[in-house]
């Protein structure tokens, strides 16, 4: 079964880079054709997609994140990282990884982290 774990600091400063781990079990990261994503959900709003990781190590941003956000993975320890730059209040939320895969109408999420819980405060 796959597994999926959040970790990182849940307080980051203004103006600093957030950096968060996923630990994947039960299944490889470079399996084809699963990508490995970055989720979050702040207070009162929706689920917003980050951006993914695909098995090969291609990476995807959302654009209205694109300028502050890099996915890489550790391939040794199974794990892909998210680091945010240049946080604000408006980047609190939980932060999930996920499993993806392509579907005809778009990306589908099998599995999920618990997520992790982030504040940005001075």
């Known amino acids: 079964q796959v597994q999926l774990q959040e970790s990182g600091p849940g307080l980051v400063k203004p103006s600093q880079t957030l950096s968060l781990t996923c630990t994947v079990s039960?299944?490889?990261?470079?399996?084809?054709?699963?990508?490995w994503t970055w989720v979050r959900q702040a207070p009162g709003k929706g689920l917003e997609w980050i951006g993914y990781i695909t098995y090969d190590g291609d990476t995807y941003y959302n654009p209205a994140l694109n300028s502050r956000t890099s996915i890489s993975r550790d391939t040794s320890n199974n794990q892909f990282i998210l680091q945010l730059k240049s946080v604000t209040p408006e980047d609190e939320a939980v932060y999930y990884c996920?499993?993806?895969?392509?579907?005809?109408?778009?990306?589908?999420?099998?599995?999920w982290g618990q997520g992790t819980q982030v504040y940005v405060s001075s």
């Open positions: 996920a499993r993806t895969i392509v579907k005809t109408w778009g990306l589908a999420h099998d599995y």
């Open positions: 039960g299944g490889s990261i470079t399996t084809a054709y699963y990508y």
